[in-house]
């Protein structure tokens, strides 16, 4: 193997520039002559806006302008749009609210922008903001997912029905349903996916400048790819594209929210050319929680039909799917098409029909989040198999090992039509379970309980589903220093892109590993780009990567060719080195890329001799997949949940960087485990959200995990020349429900037959007291 090249556990490149404080976050930038934005948002769930008065805010210090929606409508500043087409179960078109950057008439969540004050500083522009005059006629508001289509619920929108904002549903329902009643026996299961605070480490930012003799703008944001911005935010403000030059640079997690447009991002842009100097908006942590797109919030029933000999035959799925108050830019996709590709898992299912239905809350809008859908699906799947196999008296390990595709049936079609092309379901399985030792479990369980505690454990088998832009670009660039740079289409949130990138590079074209530059996140640099999201860089970045060094080394053949008088087709080259065939007899990829530049005529600072422009398409998606097994203790006195072991199995196909991807299913991991035992969104009654804060929103920490144990099962994927399979998401997909399960396993002596997300020490205590009770009665 090269030395730092694939394969290996290289340490990140980026980590340097992190951990000695150097790195350049968007909040990092600030430009000469610079103002400061600040959004007034309403304290309402729902409210008729009767009048804003600005004259005391226009008039206050270094106030610099104090815009509404009156001001954007004579500008012809377009509505955010969402950038999903949906039809509903009956062929009619999903409800398409307008979504104004500031409010339009009416608020619809606590949060929603009203006006927009541009100041010399952040403090007076704060303090003016506190000095517009809003005369709000508060309606009452539809706040929760389980009751926002009841009837006489408020209405949100007009144009959505008993705030049904879609209708949806996908699979073969005649099949399936034939199937169930066929079915020996049918499990049902309704659960709760609760909703979620992203709580990215670095907050939203939004820096814009306007060139008025070029007529460009050029914004500063930190995003999961520069052109979904360029391309959305070049027509809400009714300029060409090309008018706009989107810059990320460092960028402190993202997990979904970072992809999306924003009202921030429109006003900064509108101020700086209505102003003529640049304008700098910055979120602080509660406006992040009262804005920032949330994750999950879901309702699910789920079916699952088997026969008598405990083979699944069908699913059905009904589920409720949480949108907020606006359709955000991909929301209506993440219930439907991105979650439930997956809903017949690893699994041997003749049918599957999903049905599903988004509705409207006076709450912030929901959107993507680690693993957009898929978490969901596997969720549902995973507990529903937890409860078969309690009914069915089988055991639950077993259960899914007799329902698992075997190696021989790849390239296997799912139920829901896509095709996988590999994957050792039932051996990665077994890896995870020989691990934790799963069955000397019950002897832990005993000792556990003579010092009065309640063990239990729980595994999950999940499968994602890639996804994205279905082609990536890469240029390769030599520079005269010896420098390789690489200008990828993708966005690292933290990854490690740069890293994996590199490695790929140093081993293919045999440089240096410290002479290759990775460069992203520049819409004038990089003229497209997929950017990142559904876990698809390396396949799709990596595929094009390899395809661009493939170009450089068929160029440098013929220069090579040339320098060592002989004939291209007697150029080998291995190892950074081009040689004549059966001779010692070579020259370096570095001197033979400057001797390429000299003959081309380039001249400094230009490309050209072995640079290289490539684009791949992507063939397939693909599909990561592993095992969860989690193990906790509850102490009946507290109600504190206390994770004891945990262990992934996981199939990533090949893996880059064994480290990296490690460090992304331990984050993962903690992300899905936070969801079932710490975090949860509240809203009240009258859409006041009671955890807007990190005092009532619970996150977790280091100290509540035992070393994640992670074991890497690798099966190359047989869709992309690198063999992977993506692993960003994998770790949030199927954390949840192994937690979930091993809770109600834990539970389930004391006669406890259900728990829901989230698994709070309050929760568990009243579970476990009230089965007290009953049993005392």
């Known amino acids: 193997m090269t030395k730092f090249g694939q394969s290996q556990p290289v340490r990140r490149v980026e980590d340097q520039r992190f951990i000695t404080g150097a790195g350049r976050y968007t909040d990092d930038i600030s430009l000469p002559n610079q103002a400061v934005g600040v959004v007034l948002r309403s304290p309402h769930a729902h409210a008729k806006i009767r009048s804003i008065d600005t004259t005391a805010a226009k008039a206050a210090p270094g106030v610099l302008a104090v815009y509404t929606v009156a001001d954007l409508k004579t500008a012809g500043i377009g509505n955010l749009p969402c950038m999903i087409p949906l039809k509903n179960r009956d062929g009619s078109l999903r409800a398409d609210p307008a979504r104004p950057t500031l409010a339009d008439g009416a608020v619809r969540h606590v949060g929603d922008p009203v006006a927009f004050v541009v100041a010399e500083t952040q403090v007076q522009a704060r303090d003016a903001a506190e000095l517009i005059e809003v005369d709000y006629d508060p309606l009452p508001a539809a706040a929760h997912l389980a009751t926002t289509m009841d009837a006489g619920q408020p209405q949100i929108w007009p144009e959505a029905p008993n705030n049904r904002a879609f209708d949806w549903e996908v699979g073969n329902k005649e099949k399936a349903d034939a199937l169930f009643a066929s079915a020996a026996r049918v499990v049902k299961i309704t659960i709760e996916n609760n909703r979620v605070i992203v709580a990215s480490m670095e907050a939203r930012v939004s820096l814009a400048a306007f060139d008025a003799a070029t007529g460009r703008f050029t914004l500063y944001v930190p995003t999961q790819g520069v052109w979904v911005q360029k391309n959305v935010l070049s027509k809400i403000l009714g300029v060409e594209p090309s008018s706009l030059h989107v810059i990320t640079s460092d960028v402190g997690g993202g997990f979904g929210m970072k992809i999306f447009i924003y009202p921030e991002q ?163 399985a077994n890896t995870a379970l020989k691990a934790i030792d799963w069955d000397g479990f ?4 005993a000792e556990a309980r003579k010092r009065g505690m309640l063990r239990g454990i729980g595994m999950a088998y999940y499968l994602e589903a890639t996804g994205g832009a279905p082609s990536e670009r890469a240029e390769v660039r030599f520079l005269e220093d010896g420098i390789v740079e690489v200008y990828v289409g993708t966005q690292s949130t933290g990854q490690g892109h740069e890293t994996a990138y590199t490695q790929i590079v140093a081993e293919q074209l045999g440089v240096d590993f410290d002479k290759v530059r990775i460069r992203q996140g520049d819409s004038d640099a990089i003229p497209t780009g997929g950017g990142t999201g559904g876990a698809r860089s390396l396949y799709s970045e ?40 059966g001779t010692d007899r070579g020259v370096g990829i570095a001197e033979v890329a400057q001797e390429a530049r000299k003959r081309a005529g380039v001249a400094a600072g230009q490309t050209g001799g072995l640079d290289t422009v490539a684009d791949w398409q992507v063939q397939a998606i693909t599909f990561p997949n592993g095992c969860h097994v989690c193990e906790l203790e509850v102490d009946p006195a507290t109600g504190i949940t206390t994770v004891v072991r945990y262990v992934v199995a996981d199939d990533m196909g090949r893996v880059i960087n064994p480290t990296i991807v490690k460090g992304q299913i331990h984050g993962g991991v903690v992300q899905g485990v936070g969801q079932a035992l710490y975090e949860s969104v509240v809203y009240d009654d009258d859409g006041q959200l009671l955890t807007g804060t990190f005092t009532d929103y619970c996150m977790p920490r280091a100290d509540d995990f035992p070393e994640i144990e992670v074991i890497l099962c690798e099966v190359p994927c047989k869709t992309n020349p690198l063999g992977v399979k993506g692993a960003g998401e994998a770790g949030a997909v199927g954390s949840a429900p192994a937690t979930m399960n091993a809770l109600a396993d834990a539970l389930l002596p004391a006669g406890i037959t259900h728990v829901d997300m989230p698994a709070t020490p309050q929760k568990v205590w009243d579970l476990l007291n009230g089965a007290a009770a009953l049993a005392a009665e």
Do not use: C
Not at 319 to 324: E, Q, S, T, W
Not at 442 to 445: G, I, L, N, P, V
């Open 266 to 428: 429109v006003l900064t842009m509108f101020a700086a050319r209505a102003l003529g100097r640049p304008v700098k908006w910055t979120s602080e942590r509660s406006e992040a929680f009262l804005t920032d797109t949330h994750g999950r919030a879901n309702l699910t029933h789920g079916e699952l039909a088997l026969d008598k000999d405990n083979n699944f035959l069908a699913l059905r799925t009904y589920n409720i799917a949480d949108m907020g108050a606006y359709l955000s830019t991909y929301a209506p996709m993440i219930p439907t098409m991105a979650g439930t590709k997956v809903l017949s898992s690893v699994y041997r299912f003749q049918a599957v029909h999903a049905h599903v239905e988004g509705v409207f809350t006076n709450t912030v809008p929901v959107d993507a989040y680690r693993g957009a859908g898929r978490p969901e699906s596997n969720y549902l799947m995973e507990r529903l198999i937890d409860k078969a196999a309690r009914e069915l008296g089988v055991e639950r390990s077993a259960l899914r090992k007799q329902n698992f595709i075997p190696p021989s049936a790849f390239p296997w079609t799912s139920a829901m039509g896509l095709t996988y092309d590999s994957g050792e379901f039932e051996n990665t």
């Open 442 to 445: 019950e002897t832990r369980r």
């Open 542 to 581: 990596g595929g094009a990567i390899l395809k661009a060094n493939d170009g450089v080394i068929e160029k440098g053949k013929a220069v090579a060719a040339e320098m060592l008088e002989t004939a291209q087709g007697d150029i080998e080259f291995v190892a950074g080195r081009f040689a004549v065939a």
